[in-house]
């Protein structure tokens, strides 16, 4: 009785008032999309498979900054930091202790589990310290800088960790894939960036976006989108605003680590400028034109602006960059809430107008 | 002994001018009207390219470094006419916003000019001191950062502008109603702060190479000064330089270029968890 109604109320928490979709068309239409995109790979040859798990990939790292951002209202410009501590952790473990029973598993939980807790310790100093949003973006941007010229200076030999050498400019390269215990013939099963790891990559994306439907509509989200709202009052309120964007800050951060080994593993190779100034600068795109204040908004403009930013990057990818900063400034000029989401009130504004105040 | 003492001051006063000079700029906009320009690096790199552009036409360097300014002022301005003013109020967004202008600006300057610009070799020599030399033109861009900082303190304070301007920071829809113009105020102290971001560039162009990206290597000691400093240039900007500057030579000195940079950011991480408003909300606190 006890776990069944602890269920039941996890259940009751995948829709509410912190997320858009509900009742039993979004829900049937989720699962359509979710059929769909398990069947994509019978029909498409293996190199778009690989390439839309590629996809997949960031969209970890943008769902955790929008919790950070679009959530709690801290805006953070680090994120690729966090990815690329775990994309490197995951590589030194691996290649200090190979790839056998296991192991990428436990590599990738203690990979996403250091840049958690190094996004902790950031975020103490950040959250403790009150800083206001405008100087977290400029912190956390500053971070990240600094992370990224250090890790490209370890050229030489004398910059290794155990068997893995960090490689500067150039990165870390020959990682294993992710290996799981598989019963049967094939174990252990290798996920290549094909079938197998097409299918865990959307089957993790599938818990995540649930489990963070079910968190920022819990009364932890809630909180949060108070503090986003008006801080004063939610301290006011009993409410210690610092330690909830530390928390969301860490879970956000988690995600792009876990993004960050997802990334690894796919191309078997991490290099600094993943965490760069223009690295850094995409997930902040991604999460504002989709829409950061929601999950769902956040998810489909995550996958559609790196489609295009791909389709655009056969041009060149400076070409592509531009773009990405038109979407930018166009978003924050005419829609600051986001492309998707603006389409999504679109009908109601149109039908009722003056009734809804979009500031 | 000696040798050592002046290598020392000269890292020290070198690290100093570079923080002092590439974060006024940031600091006024930041300072008067809360908006941090993530495209500050962006107007170095013009003022840089220009600068270069018009020393390689003949012109005399410090005439080059003025255009250079006056270019990244004006591109200040349109950016603030056409964009920032829209965003008043909304710093988060502003920040966005000048990202994506961050994002247009270099790839936009890769697409029309190229991977990089041929430089322009660093004017005036060397000289003898003890018995190590020392770059003379380092020696000017230090009393250039302390003569920009006279500078701005008489510009906001015995002058029209300065006057109005302050008047606008300390209560803005007071200032409008007793008729002063304040979105021109606004806009220009925008084109100001793009325009010493501008002479930046150009006074380091001559010791650098010219790169679309080159932005990047400013702002993060930009944004550790403004956030060390707090909201103020005089009591925060030009003393976090200093202390910085201090910080980073002994740090270099030590341990090498790098070990500098993570000795500023390290010291900045603490600063905020101390002093949250910067030294110059330490400073100013009876005065809030």
Known sequence: ?359 | MFDAIVGFLYQFGDASAFLVLCASGLAIIFGMMGVINLAHGEFIMAGAYMTVTVAKLGAPLPLAIVCGALFAGLIGILLERFVIRHLYGRPLDTIVATWGISLIASQGTLILLGPSLADISTPLGSVQIGSLSYSVYRFVLMATAAAILAGLYLLFNFTRFGVLARATIQVPHMAEALGVNTRFIYSLTFGIGAALAGATGGLYAPTMTLVPTMGAQFITEAFVTVVTGGGDVFVGTAPAGVILGFIRAAMTTWEGQLAGQIGLLIAVIIVIRVLPRGISGLILRERT
């Open chain 1, 1 to 359: 009785m006890g776990r069944r109604s602890f269920f039941l109320r996890l259940a009751s928490r995948l829709e509410g008032p912190q997320t858009l979709g509900r009742g039993w068309r979004f829900w049937v239409g989720a699962a359509v999309v979710l059929a769909l995109a398990s069947a994509y790979p019978l029909v498409t040859d293996s190199y778009t498979v690989g390439n839309t798990v590629y996809f997949f990939n960031w969209v970890f790292m943008a769902l955790g900054l929008c919790v950070i951002w679009g959530y709690g209202g801290a805006l953070s410009f680090g994120q690729t930091a966090f990815f690329g501590i775990a994309g490197y952790a995951y590589g030194v473990i691996t290649l200090n202790w190979g790839a056998d029973y296991g192991l990428t598993l436990w590599a990738t939980l203690a990979a996403v589990a250091l840049s958690a807790i190094v996004a902790a310790v950031l975020g103490y100093f950040l959250f403790f310290g009150r800083i206001s949003g405008v100087f977290l973006g400029i912190v956390t941007l500053a971070v990240t800088l600094v992370l990224e010229r250090f890790m490209a200076q370890t050229a030489g030999p004398e910059w290794h960790i155990g068997a893995a050498r960090l490689n500067g400019f150039n990165g870390m390269n020959g990682m294993p894939n992710l290996t799981v215990p598989w019963p049967g013939d094939n174990d252990p099963l290798v996920l290549a960036p094909d079938l197998p790891l097409y299918y865990f990559v959307l089957a993790l994306l599938v818990i995540i976006y649930l489990a963070l439907r079910i968190l920022v509509n819990s009364s932890f989200g809630n909180v949060l989108v108070a503090i986003r709202e008006n801080s004063e009052r939610a301290t006011m309120l009993g409410y210690d605003v610092r330690k909830y964007q530390l928390a969301a800050f860490v879970i956000g951060s988690s995600l792009a680590g876990l993004s960050g080994v997802l990334y690894t593993t796919w191309g078997q190779y991490i290099t600094p400028s993943s965490m760069g100034i223009t690295a850094a600068a995409l997930p902040i795109v991604w999460v504002a034109v989709g829409g950061r204040s929601d999950l769902t908004a956040t998810l489909l403009g995550t996958i559609l602006l790196i489609g295009g930013f791909q389709a655009l990057t056969v041009y060149g990818s400076q070409y592509a960059l531009v773009v990405m900063g038109l979407l930018l400034v166009v978003t924050v000029l005419l829609a600051p809430e986001g492309l998707i989401l603006a389409l999504a009130y679109l009908p109601q504004r149109v039908f009722r107008r003056g009734a809804r105040d979009p500031a």
